[in-house]
């Protein structure tokens, strides 16, 4: 009898400590998503939700009043489209304003230059002679004080690339190389955009100062136009006139937009999908990012319709202010960051509107739930989407949830042409293509009921002290 007692004792120690059974989506819920993903290709709702946004706010940069009009506007459209809780949650930041701007060639060879000022650039005029930078890592090898009483030109070319690797060096030039640019004793910044287009539309984007710097006029021009100055300083020295009125103009509180499909049995889970609604000013922000608050909205809307709600709930998000420095997603992990547990994935769509290509999934313990991952992406397969277990990363806005431990999912727009509209005024409803449109709303309707229909989770867990990013 007491080997018995030992033994029954031994079973249940092994059970308590026995690893959890991994997280798999029961077959049911896979017919089920085979269903939405055929309605989802035959649906127009993600194009109907990107054509009233781009069509009836426009243009929303963070702070302004299309900024307001727009958080209304999501307010209505999330019930419109049958989201069961609809609310919003603030989110403060500093307000930028660019009111005009102009550029000019001085002396023999005078002509205009297509230019916009770079988000977060000061006001003021500057006249001084142009020094060229091939890249960012030039400009940082000039001697200090060699740019004193000029202007730097950095001239990097972009290269396209289906996941838009390029963006990383030519985002760079922006953020960083107006600050490098003062050190060196420049009065002013001018780049070739960040883009890889060939129009003469200049790609805006926000710039940061380091601190103890004083802050000169910085501005992007247009591919055609760095062409244009690069020939130009080939034959000589060259000066150019920088005028921009811009600035900051005090602090302003505009709010994420949020709307959830109520879950059936776990109803405090959530699976989290979204895009943001802000955009910059010279476009009316299609790609980016209507598209994802098209795709994301939709997709809540097709489980919506469901006659048997999934098993956790479906919150999608329009984040505020990305574009200024992930001000949305920040807010919304300070809020929700303690809750991780309940957070089962998150995903979000803000690479423009190309079709989907690959599938992953990532976490702090990604290790139970890499079957649930196969059979989602076993799911996507018929829309011509990969599985790529050895690649991905959150979106921007995802990013921040995803710092503290949150997992994310990496749906993988084909951003080959993405650079030629990002952050300019190119960037409009007659880019997007309905039917990749489509093909993303099935994607992300497939993912998001198969996530949260889950029998288990995807590994969200608190990241320890000092654990790496």
Known sequence: MRRLSLLVLALAAHTAFAAPAPTRIPDDALRTAAVLREQALADDTGWKVVESLTTE???????????????????????????????TEPVSFPKWERRSEKAEVLGTHAQPLAITALGGSPGGTVEAEVVRFADLAALQAAPAGSLAGKIAFVDYQMIAARDGRGYGPGGAVRSRGPSEAIRKGAIGFVMRSAGTDSHRVPHTGITRYDEGLTPVPSAALSVPDANQLARLVARGPVRIRLALDCGWDGEYTSHNVIGEITGRSLPKEVVVIGGHLDSWDLGTGAVDDAAGVGITMAAGHLIGKLKRAPKRSIRVVAFANEEQGLYGGRAYADKYGDDLKLHQIAAESDFGAGRIYAFNTGSPAPEGSREATRQIAGALAPLGIEYAPTQGGPGPDIGPIAAKGGAWAWLAQDGSDYFDLHHTADDTLDKIDPQALAQNVAAYTVFAYLAAEAEGDFGSRPKEAGAGK
């Open 57 to 87: 706010i426009g243009p929303r940069i963070a702070g302004s009043e299309a900024d307001a009009r727009a958080v209304a506007w999501a307010q209505a459209k999330f019930r419109e489209l049958g989201f069961d809780r609809v609310w």
